[in-house]
């Protein structure tokens, strides 16, 4: 039905039929998309929340009077229901920090589009606000006292309940109480996009543009801040998010100077309120309505609440010692028996979680300073001796970077060896990992060496743990020993 009101609304528009109509995937919303090709292609939406489209549609026209890059609306229908907008083409940034976000190692290209992101925040924040009519926002016009125990409330009752973890409610709600009053002393002037992360960020022509800002109100720059920088999956290590605030702070001088000092102090509140938020988000999709993204997040949401209570905040007591038990709890470990009693891990686990729990740990070194040692007692595995490998090493230019740096990956891959090397690797990898699958085996070790463990063995030691990882599924540790570089590839 949706289709056949989009091609109604397509022919006003163009004059003509569509060549083709073909669903896209969905969000967290009810909203349904649609890409439109014909001459030039076009998305179209359908919303059954008319107030939801109104916000939209208001917000786009007025962003883009101010010269911000959001989508073009080009008609919409008469009753409210579905518009046509510019299609912007399907490369989430989520997408392009993909390398980033699963090795934990960002390139410059994932660096620089993170940067040129948040850069943009402080106009969408004070631009943005400037002759906004706030009553179109919805489903309310500012971030106030309401809206904030919404979202606490959703935590509680749509996760912090579902784990099971027994508390006393009155004393949670004194703290959050607390916590309501200590954000709402911040300025709240300007235009709070409420969920700006890397999954509503569109990237054309190398350029960020942004959707998905309906839910957007009158607010404090701190929420926004902290959504994009501790987004549950986007895995941003401490010192890429230290850098990106950094961005934005310069950013943010023209309209608003603030002492970094006096920023951090008064984004740290935010950030756990976010936290919590999208844990109620996740625990609502997750449980409730059985979307496997969501459900996924929850482990790094987790992660991220844990570096949080790495310093007791003491103005919320029974907020924090609740929230050191909830972060403590096996359900939120990573063995099959914690996976067992836990439902969210267990709706996020295909079917392949029953198979043996077989980890593989894979690691870079310098045979100068040893061959690694096998913390699982079986003595080792597997030791390549990356050095017959041409060695990007004597060149100057490589010598201050590593074998996950671009420019170091395009010297090795350029005449074809390492790639020949790793051709090897990899047979005897997957026959090795098959059939320590097959016979219920629980660790195995891969370990390359080269001469300063910088270049050619953390290459081939971070391609071949990806390929495992993607291959079979399983959990991979990867370590680069002499950069003192390790991630962990989780079982999927």
Known sequence: MSTDILKSLYRNFAGHEP????PLTGSGSNRQYFRIQDQQTSIGVYGTSLDENRAFLYMAEHFRSKGLPVPEIYIQSEDGTCYLQEDLGDEALFKAIENGRTTGHFQEREIRLLADTIRLLPRFQFEGADGMDFSYCYPLAEFNRRSILWDLNYFKYCFLKATGLEFQENDLEDDFEKLADTLLACEADTFMYRDFQSRNILIKEEKPFFIDFQGGRKGPIYYDVASFLWQAKANLPESLREQLINVYLEALQAYRPIEKAEFMKDLRPFVLFRTLQVLGAYGFRGYFEKKAHFIESVPFAIANLRQLLTTDDKTYPYLYELLHQLTAMDLFSTTKEARKKD??????????TEKPELVVRVLSFSYKKGIPEDPSGNGGGYVFDCRGVHNPGRYDQYKPLTGLDQPVIDFLEKDGEITTFLSHVYALADAHVARYLKRGFTHLQFCF?????????????QHTAEHIHQKFGIKVEVVHREQKIENTLERI
Not at 343 to 352: E, K, N, T
């Open 19 to 22: 060549k083709t109509i073909e």
């Open 343 to 352: 439902p969210v891990l267990q709706a996020a686990a295909p079917a392949s």
């Open 449 to 461: 060496g080269c001469t300063g463990g910088q270049h050619r063995s953390v290459y081939s030691a």
